[in-house]
Each structure stands twice: as C-alpha cells, then as structure tokens.
C-alpha cells in the first residue's frame, strides 16, 4: 500500500463529508496515515500510552463538550499535551467549531487539524474508505464498467467491436455510466475491485461517427456515478461459428482481474443482435444467482426429474 498523507485525504474525499483544514497547514505532508481512525476517548484524562501518531485522533460531540466544561487554563494545557503527541491529525466531527486553543496549538506545533460537518461514525468510515482506496494498487483496463441495477458490469472486447455504443444504450435505458475506455480498478481490503474514470476522460464517451459525448451533460447527473465495485465481466467477441458458445449456463466461468476471480461471460457479437440488452439481462441474471436463483441449475433439475421419471416407468 503507497503512503499516504492528510493532504491526499483532502483532496480525496467526497465533497459532501465537507472535510476541511481548520489549521496545521505544515503538517498536511509529514506523517502517512493507517487506514484507521481513533477517537481521543481516554487521553482527554491524561492517558496518552494507547494514542497512535499515525491515526487521526478523532473529537466527537463527547469529547468536544468535555472541552467545553474545562477552564480556559486547563483546556489549554490539555490541548498543548495532546498536541505534542503529533498525530497525524486532530478531527473535529458533527460540524463542531474548534476551540481557540486548538487552533493555536495546531498551527504552533504544525500537526493538521480538520473539521467535518459529518456524525463522527459517518465521518470514520468515510475517511477508512478514502484512505483505503487512495492506497490502493492500480489495474488499468480497456474497456467499459456501467451500473446496471447495483451491478458492476465490465465490458471489454477488441477495439471497434461496440461497447461504448452498448454502453451509451444502457445508460439511455436507465443505467448509470462509471467509466469508458479506460477503466481503473483498485483493490480494496477484502478483495473487492472497485472501478472509476480515468480522470482526463471521465464522463466523456467517444461514438464512432458522432465523435466525443459528454454522457453527464446529456443525460444528467443520474446517468453518471464516479466509481462502483465490479462485479461482473463480459466481454464481447466476433461471431465465429467455428465456436462453441455457452448454450445453458451450467458452468460458472471466471476471469481473474487485480488477483479476484469474477464472473465471466463471452458474448458474441452479430449484426441485429441487441447487445446492451442481453447486457442488462446479464446483470439481473447474476444479480439472481447471488441470491441462489438460477435459471440453468432450475432447468437442469426439472430434466433429471423428468429422465428419473421416465427410467421409473419404464422398469
């Protein structure tokens, strides 16, 4: 995992979680954070041997209104010892304005103290789940990942073969667009991959014989997401009829992306065919089977039935 720092954290999080430099701006490069979040709890008391420098030492609406009930003289020299522990950052959460002291010994001592408008157990996971993808290793793939009904769907295939053409119709049938052409995928802890846009071309799908289209633009903010975990592949193939293509769906493929294994499909490509469609059946069909429905193993237990059946009477 590369290292990172407060300064990456801000300029990683979510707008909304409103998460801001209050003070310590010198700080914002030194110490590369865990993705781990510790809340100050008993070093308000003067217990400081559990506080880890590496963490970002968290102020909740408990901690902030013990603050509040210490005298000015002791309240900064509770701040000052605290402080002089150089976590990596002190966190103030639920929208709570910090004390005077504590920007003042943010700034003398250099260490980053951050506000946030979000409820401290909101604002945790949010702040291990940026940390966590910040820090995680890169795959990039040609292809395209759409949102189909919260499933991740990776399209790849040879060049010119139609998936941002498959995609763009998915996304006119209701679905949501996370990336096209290239797709950058991050594995997480617990080995989930989750997908985004290159930065440079994010939300930007190029059609042939219509050029560049900026999906956001016309379609609106619900046609986009920034990034989904993948939870599917598909690739699209030229119709061979040499091949022998998947018939049942008896046998559950894979492909192994970034060290996970997913499922994989071949899907072969033919003129009249409506790919985006079988796409999106796909993606319901998988949505299925992880809830233990499958159409083949229904089928494939209605013939043994029936071949039992028919071996009874004729003994």
């Known amino acids: 995992m590369k290292r990172i720092y407060i300064k990456d954290l801000l300029d990683g999080c979510p707008p909304g979680m409103a998460l801001a430099l209050a003070a310590g701006g010198k700080g914002v490069s030194t110490i590369p954070l865990k ?7 008993l070093a308000l008391t003067g217990h400081f041997d559990n506080l880890d420098p590496k963490r970002i030492q968290v102020f909740g609406k408990t901690e902030m209104t013990y603050l509040g009930k210490l005298g000015g003289r002791k309240r900064r020299s509770l701040v000052e010892k605290l402080f002089g522990k150089k976590a990596a950052a002190y966190l103030i ?42 820090g995680a290793s890169e ?10 009904m919260g499933v991740g769907a990776l399209i790849m295939g040879p060049s010119g073969i139609g998936k941002s053409e498959c995609a763009l119709e998915l996304v006119v049938r209701g679905h949501r667009l996370v990336a096209d052409d290239v797709v950058v995928i991050k594995k997480l802890s617990g080995g ?26 016309l379609f609106g ?30 046998d559950d493929r894979t492909i192994e992306i970034g060290g996970v294994d997913l499922p994989y499909m071949r899907m072969p490509v033919t003129p009249g065919r409506n790919i985006a469609v079988i796409v999106e059946v796909a993606a319901r069909n998988h949505a299925l089977k992880t809830q233990g429905i499958s159409a083949a193993a229904l089928l494939d237990e209605r013939l043994s039935r029936r071949l039992k059946s028919e071996a009874a009477e004729e003994v």
């Open 35 to 41: 993705p781990e979040v510790q809340k100050v709890g």
């Open 139 to 148: 795959t990039h793939i040609h292809g395209v990942l759409v949102d189909i």
């Open 192 to 217: 989930k991959l989750m997908g985004s846009g290159a930065e440079m071309i994010r939300y930007l799908m190029e059609i042939r014989g219509l050029g560049v289209v900026n999906v956001r633009d």
């Open 221 to 250: 903010i619900s046609a986009i997401k920034a990034r989904k975990a993948v939870d599917m592949v598909v690739e699209l193939v030229h119709w061979d009829k040499e091949e022998s293509y998947e018939r049942l769906g008896l």
């Open 93 to 134: 959460t639920a929208g709570i304005k910090p004390f005077r002291e504590m920007i003042e010994e943010a700034d003398r001592q250099g260490v980053p103290l951050l506000v946030s408008s979000y409820e401290t157990n909101r604002c945790i996971r949010g702040i291990i789940k940026v940390i966590e993808e910040l």
